[in-house]
């Protein structure tokens, strides 16, 4: 299954924010939108990601006053992209040896969805039992 195919079905929307929004602001808007990462965009161009994990460390190492912090000071700069051509089993593998949960995808470097580890999971659960049934209905067929 390909990432454009898993955008398809769950859709495009991406929730984004700005490098100068504080980290409380963007923990709340984590918080309302029920996503665990959402993009930096600066402009149109895609300059950091910050998730869940990023607002937890800001706070463990600097307390309260990392909320008034601007989240470029926590985001995670160094973004890995998925291409909507690109398979579930590679961006698993690389998902999983980056240890990261969610990668921004880009066509012709410009921001058309999201994918989480828990999107390709299920499309990776639901490809298996697919196949599962397929090999069931040959052999009550045989």
Do not use: W
């Not at 409380?24 to 959402?38: M, Q």
């Not at 300059?47 to 912090?69: F, K, N, P, W, Y």
């Amino acid at each position: 299954m390909l990432v454009s195919q898993i955008l398809r079905s769950k859709g495009d929307t991406v929730f984004t924010t700005r490098p100068t929004e504080t980290v409380a602001e963007v923990a709340a808007l984590l918080h309302a939108r029920g996503v665990g990462a959402l993009v930096v965009l600066d402009s149109d161009r895609v300059v950091g990601i910050v998730s869940e994990r990023d607002i937890v460390r800001a706070v463990a190492e600097r307390g309260q006053a990392a909320l008034a912090r601007p989240v470029s000071d926590f985001m995670t700069a160094n973004v890995l992209f998925a291409e909507p051509g690109e398979t579930v089993d590679g961006l698993l593998g690389r998902m999983t040896d980056r240890r990261i949960r969610h990668l921004p995808v880009c066509r012709n470097e410009r921001l058309v969805g999201i994918v989480s580890i828990g999107d390709l999971v299920k499309s990776k659960i639901s490809e298996v039992e697919a196949e599962a049934d397929g090999l069931k209905a040959y052999i009550a067929a045989s």
